[in-house]
Structure formats: C-alpha cells, structure tokens
C-alpha cells in the first residue's frame, strides 16, 4: 500500500439516461416519488396517414360563431352514391378499393356522416358514372374532357 497517492482524487459520474429512458413509466414513477418535474405533450395527428387523413379547415371552424360544426354531405348524395354503387354491382369494399380508399369512407358518405371531400367525391362520380355535385345532381356523368360542351 505503499505505492497508494493520497493527493489525486478519482470521482466516479453516471451517465445521463437517454431519452428514451426518461420516458420509461419506471423513470416517471421515480421522477413523481422524488418530486421532480413531469412534462407531458400530446401531439396531434402523429403517426397518422397525411394523405388520408381528413381536412379540417380550422381557420373556418374559428370564425363560425354559432354551430361549432362543419357541413356534413347530404344525405341525397349518400344515396345517390349508394344507387350508382348498386347500378354497377359494387360492393362498399369494391368500390372504395377502385378509389384507393378504406370501405369505412365509402360507408360514411352514403350515410351522410362525411365530412365532404371534393377529391374523395370526384373519383365516385368517375366510377359510378353518376354526378354527385353541383346543380345537376344525379344525371349521368358526361364522358370525355373535363369542361362541358
């Protein structure tokens, strides 16, 4: 023991938890025990589908001062939806896969539950062969270009 310094110190550190540690429920539980400070933030829309996912314009839901509520579709273009789907012998499921979307939006447009999508709808006008708006609701859709004759 004679070759021991007693003038150098050595000071052993931990090393800082990683973040994903701290958010461990072990190191919540020991930060509430010790009375630390707990910060929680939920984010919205993480994770979700962008392309899929609905618009609300919230700007517009701001100013309404009354019904704090967007326009649902009418329930007469629901079923127009459901005739031309019908006609064409589609399934919900059938349908919503020939547009690329999930059945269940097939299913809240023709309850009148959807929050009206004007891509969403452009595409079951083309497959159904049906217009589904404007002022000539449920005439057939004209085939060829986009602007009318």
Known sequence: MAESDWDSVTYLKKRAPRAAEMRSKQAIASAQRHGEKIETTEKFAAGGNKQ??????TAKLDRETEELHHEKLSLD?????QKGRVEKKLTQKELATKINEKPNVIMEYEQGKAIPNNQILGKIER???IRLRGKDKGRPLEQGGKGKK
């Open 52 to 57: 899929h996912s609905t618009h609300k314009d």
């Open 127 to 129: 497959v159904i062969g």
């Open 77 to 81: 273009v629901g079923k127009l939806i």
